[in-house]
């Protein structure tokens, strides 16, 4: 990370630790009350984490909440000075001048004033996410007596959006001058919602989250279903086609409506959901592009009717959208090249590029594209990082509450859906070594995928970083770190529990503090999930069965384990195609059935997709 220091907010928030830690605490709230564009002033170093880079508003909200006499004394002394600029800014309709009162006057009640106004404003611009979060924090500064109809508002931008946020109103809602009783409101929001849900039937990718809900504890046989050929795929330069699945790696699966989508990053192909036939395929040409981006899935994103994927080119990653039968509505590539897969907010495609300007620095941006033309309508700038040479740079893209959350080059940030940073992590990291993929094969153990937010807080990894960091989703504040040098992948929460896989089986971490709860030996594991309604942890490994050849794997063994005490529940063997080792991967469940994408270690390009049918229960051991 390059990092870039805001030299005005950097003086203004010394001045004002400076007043604070002197006692002076109506000379810091006189300074942050007459700061002009508090929201405009960049980044500046977090008063305790060396690691962390955070916007000034969020500087000045830390020291209010370290120093309770400063929140105090700004609410007492200073509350009314905001409510009059407050009314100010409202008359005039300036946007900047009321988020210039959050950020001027922290923690009163004029802020939680100008971030109700700010909801209703994004409200009505059709920015439902960004108003969902001012209602949420307006919450927390306005009298018990108006909580009601805000959350009333909280849950009508969370149904805009497509997303169930709050609890159910109790009482009558009343919006300009129409009333409605709190059932008809509810049954309004439950039809907004529905309206804008994607027409997915369950969650694609190579992730974790991919086989969540299915591969309850049970007997399974599989049945032949569809056939990848992936004779056109390049093996990565010194990756073994048997010590690393990289095939598996770098395809993701989508279902929507009646089709399964499978990308291979070169080539989208469509399958019936019910024949299994293939029904429609786009190939694009990487020339010797693919290579460069060994282990890295570009996942296709549910879009209304439509399909959004990031395609491997000559000239990089481009965005493209595609209709239902596979017509390519547009593709675009913003300067540079698309970093990571998109996200959708509020009607909006979203992507960050990655632009390598040949001055030793990598440019990251947010950008917005037209959801109609592909043409980019946005582009802001995030953050810059040291240029590794002939090395990409893999991002991941997450939408948590109103915000964005993305990993890149061992770093984590925050930023809005226009691209405003809130704050910027350096975690723990150890790039790889070399170019060399023999040589980095630790690294290219460990996965990098979208980071997973629950409950306010961020639990990250990615390649480079040794273990799991939980950091808060507002501020960035580190609450723990638990080092795992044999992590690969962070798999997801069940229980209160952290669940992550090893190479030598699942572990189980405490949410609230990192400590390691559980761990549970699984020898050739290949995959781990969390599945079934009871969320039971369910281990896939390498298994000789009965017609195994001296030893030799062919099958595969099925383990599911508590996830509070880490005990085995059941297990359960799949007879694999043929004999010998098998690479297993992408995983799917969705619609109560369950798929998996399968190939021999000898033919790692021959995969086919298998469904694995449930047959019956199995015994407790």
Not at 229 to 249: C, E, F, M, Q
């Amino acid at each position: 990370l390059v990092e870039q220091i805001g030299k005005e907010g950097f003086n203004t928030i010394s001045e004002i630790r400076a007043a604070v830690d002197g006692q002076a605490l109506r000379e810091a709230c006189q300074i942050v009350t007459s700061t002009p564009g508090p929201q405009n002033l960049g980044l500046v170093p977090d008063s305790d984490d060396p690691r962390l880079l955070v916007s000034f508003p969020l500087a000045v909200a830390a020291e209010t909440q370290s120093c309770p006499e400063l929140g105090t004394m700004m609410q007492e002394q200073f509350d009314k000075i905001g409510q009059f600029r407050l009314k100010q800014a409202v008359a005039s309709g300036d946007d900047d001048a009321v988020e210039s009162v959050v950020a001027q006057f922290p923690g009163t009640q004029a802020a939680a004033e100008a971030h109700r106004w700010l909801g209703d404003r994004r409200l009505a611009q059709g920015r439902f996410t960004e108003a969902a979060g001012h209602y949420r924090r307006a919450v927390v500064g306005l009298p018990a007596t108006e909580r009601e109809a805000l959350t009333a508002r909280y849950r009508l931008a969370g149904a805009l959006g497509g997303n169930d946020l709050g609890r159910p109103v109790q009482s009558p809602v009343q919006f300009g001058g129409t009333s409605f009783s709190a059932a008809d409101f509810e049954q309004m929001v439950q039809g907004l919602r529905q309206a804008w849900r994607p027409r997915t039937a369950g969650t694609g990718g190579t992730g974790p989250e991919a086989a969540s809900g299915g591969f309850s504890p049970g007997r399974y046989e599989l049945r032949p279903w569809a056939a990848l050929d992936g004779t056109n795929l390049k093996r990565p330069t010194g990756v073994s086609d048997k010590a690393l699945d990289w095939i598996g790696r770098q395809t993701a699966m989508l279902p929507m409506g009646r089709q399964l989508i499978v990308s291979d990053r070169a080539e989208l192909t469509a399958f019936d959901l019910d024949s299994g036939q293939s029904r429609w395929s786009q190939q694009v040409d990487s020339g010797d592009r693919y290579p460069q981006w060994p282990l890295v899935p570009m996942r296709p994103v549910a879009f209304g009717d439509r399909i959004l994927s990031r395609r491997l080119t000559a000239d990089g990653p481009e965005l493209a959208c595609l209709d239902a039968a596979g017509t390519v509505v547009w593709a675009t590539k913003p300067e540079g090249y698309v970093a990571s897969d998109p996200v959708v907010v509020d009607g909006k495609p979203l992507a960050l590029a990655a632009l390598h300007e040949g001055t030793g620095k990598v440019s990251l941006a947010l950008v917005e594209f037209g959801a109609t033309t592909g043409r980019v309508r946005g582009r802001a700038l995030l953050a810059e990082f040291r240029e590794s040479p002939r090395r990409p740079l893999p991002c991941q893209l997450t939408v948590a509450d109103d915000r964005l959350v993305a990993s890149a080059a061992g770093c984590v940030l925050a930023c809005s859906p226009q691209g405003r940073v809130f704050w910027i992590r350096r975690q723990v990291f150890v790039p790889p070594p070399v170019q060399d993929h023999q040589a980095g094969r630790e690294w290219l153990q460990q996965y990098h995928e979208p980071l997973l937010v629950s409950g306010g807080r961020i639990y990250a990894t990615q390649p480079g970083v040794w273990g799991i960091e939980c950091m808060e989703l507002d501020g960035g504040r580190l609450v723990w770190r638990q080092a795992s040098g044999s992590l690969t992948r962070l798999v997801g929460s069940a229980a209160d529990r952290l669940i992550a896989q090893t190479p030598d089986g699942p572990i189980a971490l405490d949410r609230e503090t990192g400590k390691l709860l559980w761990f549970r030996g699984v020898k050739d594991c290949l995959a781990v999930r969390i599945c079934g309604p009871k969320e039971t942890v369910l281990s896939f490994s390498a298994y000789a069965t009965r017609r195994g050849n001296r030893g030799n794997p062919s099958g595969v063994l099925l383990s599911w384990f508590d996830p509070e005490e880490g005990s085995l529940v059941a297990s359960e063997v799949l007879e694999t195609p043929g004999p010998g080792a098998w690479h297993l991967g992408p995983l799917l469940a969705a619609s109560g059935r369950q798929w998996l994408a399968m190939a021999p270690q000898q033919q790692p390009t021959q995969r086919r997709i298998v469904e694995a049918l449930r047959t019956g229960d199995v015994e407790k051991p």
